[in-house]
């Protein structure tokens, strides 16, 4: 713990330093923008007067308009694309390390009855035999070792355990390891791992994007006024939507910023409920 306290402190302080090197560079070629065509055309002037020329309103024009297309093309242009240059670098190296993560591997299909209350069921829930699995190649230990559980169907369960037995995961949010691996978010290295139907889930840490309440709750599904009225109504968002000043088509900002905690995690919730509810057509 101790060594992985200091490497997280040495990153964050390479990180600062690279932000303040970073900001020094830009105040620089800021301060480049306000005094290069000014100084410029000042020296050129006092070099052609020294010469033995005569200045006139023509030719100072002249020189005043290259000197601002040059200052336009240099000390703001330029810059300007170095920096989106290298932050455009940052974001395709994000989208290749992202495009080369291995498939998730496909659950297994296991055939479901439907009972009268039109609700799927089938015998087996969600099951593991012998799981074992890490979130990398490289550690000595699995993260899950031996796992072995059946959850029937309409089941609550709990996990519980000693800590680090990998019931949370740090690096995930505190997200629950077994969670992520019936998920399939972490493949099985050796078992089994067998899901009779979707899973709908909401996780501890709320996910919000840029859009109106009423887009991230329906997350691209169709709109039915019942369903979402009814959704809206159990997840204790009726209140919420009249405190908000466009009620549900008020914009949250980047990951709910606009937003308080209970809300982010009703809506949350909301977004996950309603896929349940779409994908087997039934209202609780």
């Known amino acids: 713990m101790i060594l992985e306290a200091c490497h997280c ?15 020094y560079l830009r105040g620089v070629y800021m301060s480049f923008m306000v005094f290069t065509e000014r100084t410029s055309l000042f020296v050129t002037l006092l070099a052609y007067v020294l010469l033995g020329n005569t200045t006139s309103s023509d030719k100072v024009y002249s020189m005043a308009q290259f000197y601002n297309v040059l200052n336009l093309s240099l000390a703001i242009f330029y810059p300007m694309a170095l920096s989106t240059g290298a932050e455009a670098m940052v ?6 390390e992202f495009l080369m993560q291995g498939e998730i591997t496909p659950r297994k299909a296991i055939p479901s009855t439907v009972t009268q209350n039109g609700m799927k069921s089938c015998s087996l ?7 074992c699995a890490k979130w990398s190649p490289s550690d000595s230990q699995p993260t899950l070792s031996d796992v072995c559980f059946h ?23 505190f997200q629950s390891s077994l969670l992520q691996a019936v998920l399939g978010e972490l493949p099985l290295e050796t078992g089994s791992l067998q899901v009779d139907s979707d ?20 997350f691209g599904q169709p709109y039915e006024k019942k369903k979402y009225q009814e ?6 968002l009726e209140r919420d939507l009249q405190l908000f000043p466009y009620g549900d088509k008020t914009i949250v900002g980047e990951r709910g910023v606009s937003l308080s905690g209970g809300q982010r995690a009703r809506i949350n919730l909301a977004r996950s409920l309603l896929f349940y509810l779409i994908s087997y057509s039934i209202i609780t």
């Open 125 to 131: 829930g969600v099951t593991i035999k012998n799981g």
């Open 151 to 173: 959850v029937k169907p309409g089941a609550l369960c709990a996990i519980i355990g000693p800590v680090g037995s990998g019931k949370q995961d740090p690096c995930l949010f």
């Open 199 to 218: 899973i709908s889930y909401a996780s501890q840490e709320p996910w919000l994007f840029v859009g109106s309440v009423r887009q991230n709750i329906l």
């Open 231 to 236: 959704v809206v109504r159990v997840c204790a």
């Open 9 to 23: 402190h040495l990153e964050f302080r390479s990180e600062i330093d690279l932000v303040r090197s970073t900001s």
């Open 91 to 96: 974001s395709v190296d994000r989208i290749q």
